[in-house]
């Protein structure tokens, strides 16, 4: 028997109206939507749901890795998602002048020729930086935080081609100068200084933490006064292993040194030692800052790149395993790398899946792994 129309529809009291479901409801469902063009389909539903839902309500985002666009005068970048292994290619203004030189969280240093700026190719926000008159060979830049705003301080080097010096240089948003902190005595010879180049950087509570790669020693620099306030020795070194590089990262409040060996005269050792930054000297006759080894990072997992790292909460990501390293290897390949996961706790290190028809063709600026962490913000 024929349903009649009557049945065949439902009433106006029977539709479920999405728009009327909890502001705290909806916060809680965009908090699962990690993919952040999920994110932004979400909030453009309707209006009751984009006014519930902030741009910063954005959950944590995995970095992406940034494709070769050294320069974009064709008016795209292209980025590359671990998380959803998809390509995302994203509309810029066209130049052929500028230049991509790095990534600073959410923001993409640019470069034209003396000028610099950051740039969020999601936004499309440009913020100014001051101009550098002196020589910048393979500048890093790296935000106080994730959202620059008028309080957020940079960093910049710049190692002359002459002299034994290093310069440090920082600045906030609307400076027409930079600060210069130093020049920071690295060494007597240039080799060192070309070394501290490749220093690690990482922020935190109004500090900057800058390592040099050649000697080891972290300097702390206090944001407000421009000043060094601690030169941290180096922890002791491992007998037998060489090749060290060490990446800053701030994991969970605290600040972190991961070495990592490159090469090695011994086979029973570990990939990567982890130390944590303590206040306070171990004979407590002074407040000099000291490190100490630990074995695992607990319910974290670092991402290192460019001469720092990021961490997160393996519980806001359950595709990726908490106690882990992920970082990258160049193959013999130009511009072709291959993914890696080391186990902290386990001390174990394995090889992650990408696809090389993706990973032949990105680009690491100054010939390190690039990242840009996606943000509306």
């Known amino acids: 028997m024929a349903l009649s129309s009557k049945n065949k529809t439902l009433s106006d009291t029977d539709r479920s109206d999405w728009s009327d479901l909890p502001s705290d409801l909806i916060y809680l469902i965009t908090r699962k939507l990690t993919d952040i063009f999920d994110f932004v389909r979400f909030r453009v539903v309707c209006k009751r749901w984009r006014s519930a839902v902030q741009d910063s309500d954005l959950p944590p985002q995995l970095p992406w890795i940034m494709d070769n666009c050294g320069s974009f005068p064709k008016g795209y970048l292209r980025f590359y998602s671990l998380l959803t292994g998809k390509t995302h290619t994203i509309k810029v203004p066209q130049s052929s002048d500028k230049a991509v030189t ?56 710049s190692s002359p081609p002459i002299g034994e010096f290093t310069h440090l240089f920082f600045c906030q948003l609307g400076d027409t100068e930079w ?47 421009d000043t060094v306030l601690h030169v941290v020795p180096p922890p002791a070194p491992k007998s037998n292993l060489v090749g060290v590089f060490a990446y800053l990262v701030v994991s969970s409040g605290e600040i972190l040194r991961v070495c990592k060996y490159e090469k090695n005269s011994s086979e029973n050792h570990r990939d990567f030692y982890i ?103």
């Not at 020729?113 to 999601?122: H, V």
């Not at 171990?282 to 080894?293: H, L, T």
């Not at 970082?327 to 290190?349: C, V």
């Open 102 to 157: 790095g990534s600073a969280y959410n923001y993409l240093l640019i470069r034209d020729r003396s000028k610099c700026s950051l740039f969020n190719p999601l936004t499309k926000e440009e913020l100014s930086l001051p101009k550098l008159d002196c020589d910048i060979w393979h500048p890093s830049c790296v935000p106080s935080g994730p959202s620059p705003d008028q309080s957020s301080r940079y960093i910049v080097i």
């Open 275 to 377: 130390y944590r930054l303590e206040l306070g000297n171990r004979d407590r006759n002074a407040m000099d800052p000291y490190w100490v080894e630990i074995d695992n990072i607990s319910n974290q997992f670092l991402f290192l790149y460019e001469n720092h790292g990021c961490a997160f909460r393996a519980e806001d990501f359950p595709e990726f395993l908490e106690n882990s390293i992920y970082f990258f290897k160049e193959t013999s390949k130009r511009n072709s790398f291959e993914l890696f996961r080391y186990d902290t706790k386990e001390a174990t290190l394995e090889g992650l899946d990408v696809p090389a028809e993706k990973a032949r063709g990105w680009f690491f600026p100054r010939k390190a792994r690039s990242w840009f962490i996606p943000s509306l913000c």
């Open 179 to 225: 600060t210069e902190i130093g020049p920071v005595i690295i060494a007597n010879r240039r080799k060192m200084v070309k070394q501290f180049r490749n220093s690690g950087f990482t922020f935190y509570d109004g500090r900057c933490y800058a390592s040099d790669r050649e000697t080891g020693f972290t300097m702390v620099i206090d944001l407000v006064t």
